[in-house]
């Protein structure tokens, strides 16, 4: 481990470039200790291989998004795609045989009781079998990601990719939004063969893997891809049945009630956006000045918080500006073998920029509070958890969130947040639902997958009208979510997060400081525990706990009523 307490420079990470030969060796010598006894050993020089290595994995993606369009950084993610089944299958063959371990108590403290757990599940996602098939796995994936990446858009006499086009859809003029819509879902247009190829192939790679490997069909093996340990498809159903009993309706008022305060005839797809109907509030300015603005924002909150942002900025640890040929969304990642983490975006001139600040800072911070955790599988948490340490800063940045839209804006920013906290759970279980389904019928063709996103989205979200939007009308909605194509079964994490972020922020009303303190503390224990143990902890509810959403949306719907 390379960790040290003066904060690294992003410009000096660099990790050789493994080939399947030198990472064979380099197993073959933990085995080696392995063999003669020397679990210690193995363990340190097994972490140290491990680190390293997700280091430069990390690199090699992160270089690829930030220029899609470079044949050298596309080289390099194809041979790391390729690499990586070869780095899982050795990986395993460790967890398999410290998990055959005869002293399994002894080696509890050595890896942590939850690793075991961990690799448990693990064992049981990988066979050499199923090598080719995550290759061409990463290989759709990527594609999709390019395909995305190339769009080029003409609006208002501007040229744009679809982060680009965001301030355009949520434009106070309804012309504009409306216009934005219809750029946009024609890019989708132009390319429903092929994004129904790409996600053809997948789904059916999926479902061979998880045959290989001995299940049913892929959906027990996604959520051992995922690390679920503590919860199954039927505790997600019944959380999803939550959503609908208590969400749905309270969402479908407020968007009811924006109709009416616009004096709208009807609200159409592209009103969803502009939440405030003064305009959704912006960030006070540009890159430079949110950069120094998110400072004095962390700085008013706690010393933890702002003394490592202000390395990140000072290290060189993000990429926040829009710019061709990079990547869409945003996102944090992190170099093992240093602990500092990076973050990655793509600033609009909307409130989404303000998210990176508040998001995915949650998540950085998060992971360099876990830095001196003992195995890099606790240096994350599984993902519904770790979403909570980034959706629960969006909450706890309410008392200072002026500095970053304006104190005159700061109610509103909050109310427009909240309602858009809310609105998202309803789409959030209902990308998770059409998963199930999806995975659950294998054999359904493109055109009876639309025919799925429809009926639930009419179940869900009652109130789409998609107006002229051909796409949106024929059910592809679903197909701009990353995701759906990329991470499967990863999307419901966000609305059990999202539970568990606005208890937080019911706490913070009452104790500001106890709740910021519990924040800080759910971070450091990274993922040390299961999710429900983590959440617990906190002195928060399972969402999977009866009442748990319908006392939250409760607080909410209080706060926005009064
Ligand atoms: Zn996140």
Known sequence: MTQSESPPRFADIAEPKP????????????????????????????EHLRRAYGTWSSLVHLRFAQ?????????????????????????????????????????????????LRLWESDITTFDPAIKPDLEEEARLSARYTELLASAKLSIEGKTVNLAGLGPFAEHPDRGIRHEAARVGWTF????????????????????????????????????????????????????????????????????????AANGWDRLRFWDENLIDPAGNPKPIGDHDVLVAAAQAMFAGMDSRLADFYRSMIDGGFTDLKNRPDKAGGGFCTSFPSVGMPFIFANF???HHDIGVFTHEMGHAFQNWESRHQPNIDYLWPTMEAAEINSMGLEFLTYPGIGKLVGEDAADRFRRMHLIGALAFLPYGVCVDHFQHEVYANPGASPAERHVIWQRLERKYMPWSDYG??????????????????????????????????????????????????????LCARGGSAPFQDLVRAAGLVSPFTEGALADVVREAEAFLGG
């Open 468 to 521: 002229d939007i051909a796409f949106l009308n024929k059910g592809g909605r679903w197909q701009a979510k990353p995701h759906i194509y990329g991470s499967p079964f990863y999307y419901i994490d966000y609305t059990l997060a999202q539970c568990c972020a606005m208890q937080f922020w019911v706490k913070s009303r009452q104790d500001y400081r106890a709740a910021l303190d519990a924040y800080i503390a």
């Open 19 to 46: 080939t399947a030969e030198g990472l064979a060796a380099a197993y073959a010598k933990v085995s080696a200790d392995l063999d003669r006894g020397d679990v210690r050993s193995a363990v340190a020089a097994w």
């Open 348 to 350: 609009n001139g909307t």
């Open 67 to 115: 220029n899609t369009a470079d044949p050298a950084a596309k080289a390099d993610r194809d041979y790391a795609d390729i690499l990586a089944p070869e780095a899982t299958d050795l990986e395993n063959a460790v967890k398999r045989r410290l998990l055959a371990e005869p002293d399994q108590p002894g080696l509890a403290p050595l890896v942590g009781a939850h690793a």
């Open 188 to 259: 989708f247009e132009t390319h429903a063969a092929e994004l129904d190829e790409i996600y053809d192939k997948l789904v059916a790679l999926r479902d061979g893997m998880a045959r290989k490997l001995g299940y049913p069909n892929f959906i027990p093996l996604g959520y051992r891809l995922l690390r679920r340990v503590d919860y199954g498809p039927d505790d997600v159903a019944r959380y999803r049945q939550e959503v609908l009993h208590h969400v749905v309706p309270l969402v479908g008022r407020l968007l009811e009630a924006r109709r």
